[in-house]
């Protein structure tokens, strides 16, 4: 589940800079996809109609980029702390923040996936003193940033806490089973993740198709949301959490027969080893042994 930098193409329209001495690249597919997003719901809403209310969706939008990157940031923070070379790569809708390698201590990369959402939201609790501070003004465009930059980041930084994959929660438990099981920790992440999102994927259409009129009344009062989108992603990302979970499932596989492999091998040469040390003890004895009769003679 762990990316490398040249697995994200890079486009010949990237951006890239640095920021805090940390190296930054920003997709184009990331600017495509989330303001194709964004001008869709607004489209669909009939919002272009009213100019201030497409003006707000904008900053809902502007809101989720800065959400996004502070996100990774946090990441990219404390990877630099703990010394291991991150870069920040923003693409598709989200980013990922990639170290050239990741911590052997599983609590080091406890706080690295932690750090996300930690710097998120206490960079949206600032923002919302300083709200609080110069008063709130929605006619203002950059207030406007401010405020969906608040609301996006409280949403976005709890369910990243969410602990299945590929959510930072998910990297988290996955950390945490190390400590019992570092061969498997990833494995039963992965099951464990592909339940959830099967079963959310089942709940997704039985709302979505009407199937069963009881079970939607009880969760639409839920928080959760049911729909499209959700039934989508869901589904997607069963999918995906089963395709690692057999990837992940034959590697492991794989590294247990070199295992048995190589305790072969071992075995054999130990055998080999003791043979020739009581070839060369038996030796010695019968060496000695003539040793003895001659001084008797």
Same mark, same amino acid.
């Given at each position: ?8 193409? *890079?486009? *010949? ?26 001008l869709?719901?607004l489209?669909?809403?009939?919002l272009?109609?009213?100019? +201030?209310?497409? $003006? ?17 940031? &946090?990441?990219?923070? $404390?990877?630099?702390w ?8 923003l693409?598709t809708?989200? =980013? ?24 998120g939201?206490?960079f ?6 300083l709200?609080?501070?110069? =008063?709130?003004?929605q ?15 409280f949403? /976005? ?7 299945? $994959?590929?959510f #930072?929660? &998910?990297?988290i438990?996955n ?7 570092? +061969? +498997?920790?990833l494995?039963?992440?992965? @099951?464990f993740?592909?339940?959830? /999102? ?10 979505l198709?009407?199937?069963?009129? #009881? ?9 959760i949301?049911?729909? /499209? /989108? ?12 089963f *395709? ?6 034959? *590697?492991?596989?794989?590294?247990? +027969?070199?295992?048995?492999?190589? @305790? ?8 080999e ?5 009581n @070839?060369?003890?038996? &030796?010695a004895?019968?060496f ?10």
């Open positions: 589940m762990y990316l490398i930098a040249n697995e994200i193409p *890079r486009s *010949r329209f990237s951006i890239c800079f640095h920021f805090l001495k940390l190296p930054v690249r920003i997709e184009p597919s990331f600017l495509y996809y989330t303001s194709l997003v964004g869709l719901i489209f669909q809403a009939g272009f109609k009213n100019q +201030k209310v497409f $003006l707000f969706g904008l900053s809902f939008l502007i809101g989720y980029w800065i959400t996004i990157f502070v996100h990774e940031l &946090g990441h990219a923070l $404390l990877m630099k703990f010394k291991c070379n991150p870069i920040i790569i693409h809708f989200s =980013g990922n923040t990639i170290p050239d390698e990741l911590p052997g201590q599983p609590w080091k990369v406890c706080l690295i996936y932690l750090g996300g959402s930690l710097i939201f206490s949206a609790l600032i923002i919302e003193s709200l609080r501070t110069i =008063g709130i003004n006619s203002l465009f950059i207030i406007q940033i401010m405020i969906s930059t608040v609301l996006i980041s949403v /976005w930084n709890t369910i990243s806490l969410l602990p299945i $994959l590929p #930072d929660g &998910g990297h438990l950390a945490f089973l190390m400590y019992f099981s570092r +061969k +498997k920790s494995l039963y992440t992965l @099951a993740s592909f339940v959830v /999102w099967l079963t959310y994927s089942i709940l997704s259409i039985i709302c198709f009407h199937l069963n009129p #009881d079970l939607e009344e009880l969760l639409q009062r839920t928080i949301p049911f729909g /499209w /989108w959700s039934t989508f992603l869901s589904i997607y990302f069963s999918l995906e959490q *395709r690692f979970l057999r990837e992940t499932r034959s *590697r492991i596989k794989e590294i247990e +027969k070199y295992e048995r492999i190589l @305790a072969f091998h071992q075995s054999m040469l130990e055998e080893r003791d043979e020739d040390l @070839a060369e003890t038996t &030796g004895e019968s000695s042994n003539r040793e003895h009769q001659k001084e008797d003679h």
